[in-house]
Nanobody, 117 residues
C-alpha cells in the first residue's frame, strides 16, 4: 500500500516536498517512482529511485531542481521540488514496481500540486 501526501498550493519559484509512505511489503527489489498528470495531459514519470542502491533518474523538465530520496527506516520516499513553475501543476502519484517488471503495479492516491504564477 502506498500513501502520498504533501501537495498543496505554492507560488512559482517556491518549493514543495512530497512524501509517500509504503507498507505491506519489503521494498528491496522494487523501484519507486513519482508520476504526475496535469489537466488534459498524459501521465508522466517524473523521478525514480531504486530502493536497493538508491540510484535515481529524472525527467528532463525537473532535472536539476528536484531530488528523490528514500528513507529505509521509515519506508518512505520523498520528492523535493524547487524552482516550481506553473507547468509543474498536476496530480502527483507515487508508484512501485518490482525490479524486473515492465510497468508499475502499485499506486498510491494522488496528491494535487498547484503552482500559481
Amino acid at each position: 500500500q502506498l500513501q502520498a501526501f504533501g501537495g498543496g498550493l505554492v507560488q512559482a519559484g517556491g518549493s514543495l516536498r512530497l512524501s509517500c509512505a509504503a507498507s505491506g511489503r519489503t521494498l528491496s527489489m522494487y523501484i519507486m517512482g513519482w508520476f504526475r498528470q496535469g489537466s488534459g495531459k498524459e501521465r508522466e514519470l517524473v523521478a525514480t529511485i531504486r530502493w536497493s542502491g538508491g540510484s535515481t533518474s529524472y525527467v528532463d523538465s525537473v532535472k536539476g531542481r528536484s531530488t528523490i530520496t528514500r528513507d529505509k527506516a521509515k519506508n518512505t520516499i520523498d520528492l523535493q521540488m524547487g524552482s516550481l513553475k506553473p507547468e509543474d501543476t498536476a496530480v502527483y502519484y507515487c508508484a512501485a514496481k518490482f525490479l524486473y517488471d515492465a510497468s508499475y503495479n502499485y499506486w498510491g492516491q494522488g496528491t494535487q500540486v498547484t503552482v500559481s504564477s
